[in-house]
């Protein structure tokens, strides 16, 4: 699962002076105070201290592997905005800042992306400089939660809000700008109590100023810091919305009902208040942001989400996959492909043609290996990529058989015709072969020392091999259905709904003895026992052997089918052996006896009954 965090900074190692560049004062400037060490000044005032992070990817990487974080999505801060300036320098300077994103996200192998922002005081100039920024590979935008006196359901920032759905851009609400602060000079508190409450502010705005009612489902808005005090503080806003008519505002709905309207970030800082959120917003609505690498922000990022007491389908949803779509990265991936595509295509004469990376979709291919051990153990790369090759193998072997069941099953309806047999025997002579493959490919594993191995076990836990939801649907393709092993894929519904249809699809050993049935090999008693059907089916195997002239096709389907079988079965002993190799009879991260209980499947065979035919043939 991919740890993806949406809410963190940057600010690059240097910038022009952008006071000297706009003519006028107190604007953001970097003051280096020892290596790896600056302070962000603005004018004459310290505003904050930083360290390289900010500007230095290869340390980003580092911490983001020290913390298990795949992906960052950084933006500027919001001391940048600058939405009380001239738009002109507002959008100068949003230029500078989201080029400079780019740049450091180019070295980021991959991992680091961005949010652009943009002068939000001029919807137009916004407009064009996100249209910009998204051709340029930024996937959304940081704004933040006020422009002066205007709040986020002012008509502009509603039209803006609207080019950013067309656009598929992201946004993300930072507050900014806290009111109050008069009454704050001390102590931090526009961060700790104007922030929140600014945060609420953005959120009621755009609920009862009728700002989602007019845009359409698809914008996709994300609150930082968990939305600040909306959802604690949701009851209360809800009982004025029932009880006052003048709370009642603009809004179709009650406010509970737009819940399911925008996201939060989990920078809330106390497992509580984390599973008050989830539970009042939802577990699709929350998002890891850490606001790294600033003092305020998570120290171990995803530390809070990853000791909280929330079951791991939630907690998955939070760490990544909530991301996932909220970034659309799926879309974004396939934009960028098309991009390369499009790059090659002015590069070369042969225009239109794909190349080797975006047809094969490398890039992608190889960002899916996240080891977990920290520091990174060697091994784990290898441990990945092994099980990831036997997942890609399952599905063309998912694939294959499934076109077998087909042609078998038409091989019924149509006994004269001989093409659809020769089709089966084909493809299984493929399966055969990647079996063979498989069986193989253990032995690359055992390369690895049992020691190497021990050093990052404790981080799979309790992921192990019974969730793997190809080889259930390839036993149940084949025929053997146990409803039992259902229970490992509840976490993930996807694969426990699909293994469910397999449940109840033909099988392989149905379609097999299907067919014989059409070509009158096989009759079957409406009442005969299980032991009367089984032996019924073996005879009709038999037959077939015994007339070898008139039956050569369907033998070879029963020779492929056995040696198919036969080669599960190795692969569950070769299992077996890398099993007692690398921890011996230890019990499973599954929960299992290991060995020992893997040793009981040997006896499965998809086929028993073109085993049963050999022991019935005379000479
Ligand atoms: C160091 C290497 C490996 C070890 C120590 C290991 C260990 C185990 C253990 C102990 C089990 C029993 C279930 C449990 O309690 O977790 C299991 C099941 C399983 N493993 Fe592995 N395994 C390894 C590599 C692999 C590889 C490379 C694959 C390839 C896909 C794989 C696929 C499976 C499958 C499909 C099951 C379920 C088998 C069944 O239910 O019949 N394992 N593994």
Not at 164 to 170: F, L, N, Q, R
């Amino acid at each position: 699962m991919p740890v993806i965090d949406i809410h963190n900074h940057f600010f690059p190692g240097a910038w022009p002076d952008l006071a000297a560049r706009y003519g006028t004062p107190n604007w953001p400037w970097i003051k280096h105070t020892e290596p790896g060490k600056a302070d962000v000044m603005i004018g004459d005032r310290f505003f904050r201290h930083i360290y390289s992070a900010c500007w230095d990817p290869q340390k980003r990487l580092e911490e983001m592997d020290r913390d298990g974080v795949a992906m960052q999505v950084l933006s500027a801060t919001p001391v940048l905005f600058a939405y009380d300036r001239p738009a002109e320098h507002a959008l100068d300077c949003a230029q500078l800042f989201n080029d400079a994103a780019l740049e450091l996200c180019a070295q980021g192998k991959g991992r680091l992306r961005a949010l652009c922002q943009v002068p939000l005081q001029d919807v137009d100039a916004a407009c064009k400089e996100l249209s910009r920024s998204m051709r340029a590979g930024h996937l959304g935008v940081q704004i933040g939660n006020h422009v002066g006196e205007k709040n986020l359901d002012d008509p502009g920032i509603v039209t803006f809000l609207q080019h950013c759905a067309d656009e598929g851009a992201a946004v993300l609400v930072h507050p900014w700008d806290m009111f109050g602060q008069s009454r704050m000079p001390k102590y931090m508190m526009p961060w700790t109590v104007g922030m929140p409450a600014e945060t609420q502010l953005g959120i009621v705005a755009m609920i009862l100023g009728g700002a989602f009612d007019k845009l359409p489902r698809s914008i996709r808005v994300c609150f930082a810091h968990g939305g600040g005090s909306f959802a604690f503080l949701l009851g209360r806003l809800q009982n004025a919305w029932q009880h006052h008519p003048v709370a009642r505002g603009l809004c179709e709905l009650a406010p509970k009902d737009y819940l399911n309207r925008f996201y939060v970030d989990s920078a809330v800082f106390d497992p509580r208040a984390l599973k008050y959120l989830v539970d009042t917003m939802g577990a699709e609505r929350v998002m890891l942001g850490s606001d790294y690498p600033f003092p305020l922000g998570e120290h171990r990022v995803g530390e809070l989400i990853r000791s909280s007491d929330l079951p791991q389908h939630t907690k998955s949803r939070l760490l990544g996959e909530n991301a996932e779509e909220f970034l659309n990265l799926s879309r974004n991936a396939a934009i960028e492909s098309a991009q390369t595509d499009k790059a090659s295509e002015l590069a070369s004469p042969e225009s239109h043609q794909l190349t080797y990376s975006s047809y094969l979709r490398v890039p992608e291919l190889l960002q899916l290996q996240h080891p977990q051990s920290r520091p990174q153990h060697h091994d784990e790369l290898l441990f990945i990529i092994v099980h990831q090759t036997y997942e890609l193998w399952f599905k063309e072997l998912l694939h294959d058989l499934d076109a077998v069941v087909a042609n078998l099953q038409d091989a019924g309806k149509n006994p004269e015709s001989r093409d659809e047999v020769y089709e089966a025997a084909r493809l299984l002579r493929r399966c055969t072969e990647i079996t063979r493959v498989l069986v193989e490919q253990f032995t690359i594993l055992e390369t690895m020392l049992p020691t190497h191995f021990l050093a990052f076990r404790g981080k799979l836990e309790p992921a192990s091999g019974f969730q793997s939801e190809q080889f259930r649907e390839l036993e149940f393709l084949c025929g053997l259905k146990d409803e039992k092993m259902l229970r490992y894929h509840r976490p993930t519904p996807e694969a426990h709904a699909q293994l469910e249809r397999r449940l109840k699809e033909p099988s392989l050993h149905d379609a097999f003895f299907e067919a014989l049935c059409s070509m009158g090999k096989l009759q079957i008693e409406k009442n005969a026992s299980e032991r009367e059907r089984f032996d019924a089916r073996a005879r009709a195997v038999l037959s077939l052997y015994r007339d070898e002239p008139s039956h050569r096709d369907w033998i070879d389907v029963c020779e492929r089918l056995t040696e198919f079988d036969e080669l599960v079965v190795g692969w569950r002993l070769r299992h077996i052996q890398l099993v007692e190799r690398v921890i011996g009879t230890r019990m499973g991260t599954g929960g299992s006896a290991g060995s020992s209980y893997l040793k009981l499947t040997l006896d499965k065979k998809f086929f028993p009954e073109l085993w049963e035919a050999r022991t019935l043939l005379t000479e």
